[in-house]
């Protein structure tokens, strides 16, 4: 593939402005699929199964099966577009969305067209200095998702390159939605910005509903993130690309940047945008072609005949509006002046993606310093170094209790890390960690001064100078001590014991 050419990113915004729009779509976590009583598990189960055996005759589109909507899909979609900021229609429909792709069994996509279940909203996003802008959102419509193909004989598991493709019905038919901002207007030279906070104010609000896991990583929540670019003064908009299902904030976050410099160093050679949709590579930081992009008559759309119109009454609305928590960015202000956390210690737990996380610990009676420094420190460094979720790594209670013996003197900092280790490797509860691997902190002063007093013996060098007041040569016993203690030893109580030693 060859290198595009890219124009330095201040100089595009100089003779450029960026219009953004984002399709956000969100996996719903109901126990059954969209239009079928086949199974939808939680993460973990639904990437375990083997392929095809999470399905029903309606996901594969055979012959005389017949969707029938799920209601908790309906009330999450609705819980979505209030928390959006949208009005909720009296009456939508289902459509079909016509075109054939392998991993689409029916060769239609059931979704919404022109009478979606919410409209008219918009989100507040927090920038990370603390700006607050208002991203404009059209709509939030239900469908269902397509399955997965599995391109092999590649050398990258892409389909260039591939020999065949295998298809996946799994997913096919789990509950979606899709929200669809907008144009937006003003980002300029923080249009990258703009683009990673929407997709994380919209993950922490489908999270703070409960209808979705939201993890980016296993495509609960799937971007596509369109940029176009209009001369400066021009009012028409240019013509625009749709870069496809980036998986992270970061991501969306480059993908962003990149388009707009590729677009750029077009434009500026008088040359024209095709507009397509573009495939986002993690490795090499760019995007690449994927396929024109049709327009709405391209996909021939028509109300779906076998299912009646969603009319959700007032009652359930205004039910599911008094229900909604409490919105992202008056939470996170709110846990912020709380906890006492600086700005950049509440970024440190933001960016990690785990307020959830902090929260859930310090209400299982952890202090909230401790719980942001294992949360961001330890916790998410085992996360990196295994590939995974640190959410997913140890549960808040587990932290709290860990805490907990550290506050009672049972553990040291330096015994803890290693007591978490037993406990992310299943070992069980902190305290079976601490009993099973024997890490408990030794408490008994006679065995540390049985151990202070061999240290003399075999350094009176250093007794004389500690008795002469020269205390900081006590840092050669502690290191003796904690050593013949394998590091068991509170340091501080043994540093009491020396000088009490010393001076008699």
Known sequence: MATAKLMDFDKALEMFEPVLGFEVHVELNTRTKMFSDAPNPANDEFHGAE??????????GLPGSLPVVNATAVRSSISLGLALGCSIAESSRFARKNYFYPDLGKNYQISQ???????????????????????????????????KLTHMGGATGRIQGAEYSLVDYNRAGVPLVEIVTKPIFGAE?????????????????????????????????????NVSLRPRGQEKLGTRTETKNVNSMRSVE??????????????????TITQETRHWHEDTGTTSPGR??????????????????VQPSRELVEELRAALPEQPVARRRRLKAEWGFTDLEFQDVRNGGLIDEVEATIAAGAAPAAAR???????TRVANAQERDAAGLVSPADVAAL???????????????QVLEGVIAGEGSPQEVVDSRGLAVVSDDSALIAAIDDAFAAQPDVLAKIKDGKVQAAGAVIGAVMKAMKGQADAARVRELILERAAQ
């Open 51 to 60: 392929p095809n055996t999470l399905i029903a005759p309606v996901d594969l």
């Open 113 to 147: 067209y022109d009478e979606p279940i919410a409209f008219e909203g918009s989100v507040e996003v927090e920038l990370e200095d603390g700006t607050l802008v208002t991203i404009p959102v059209e709509r939030a419509h239900m469908e269902e998702d397509a399955g």
């Open 189 to 225: 030279h923080r249009a990258p910005d703009y683009a990673k906070a929407y997709i994380a104010a919209i993950r922490d609000i489908v999270r703070g509903l409960g209808i979705s896991e939201a993890r980016l990583e296993r495509g609960n929540l799937r971007c596509d993130a």
């Open 254 to 271: 480059r993908a962003v940047r990149y388009e707009i410099q590729r677009q750029a160093a077009i434009l500026a050679d008088g040359g």
């Open 292 to 309: 024109p992009k049709s327009d709405a008559d391209d996909y021939r759309y028509f109300p779906e005949p076998d299912l009646l119109p």
């Open 373 to 379: 420094k294992w949360w961001t420190g330890e916790i």
């Open 403 to 417: 805490q907990a013996l550290v506050d009672a003197g049972t553990l040291t900092d330096k015994l803890a890390r």
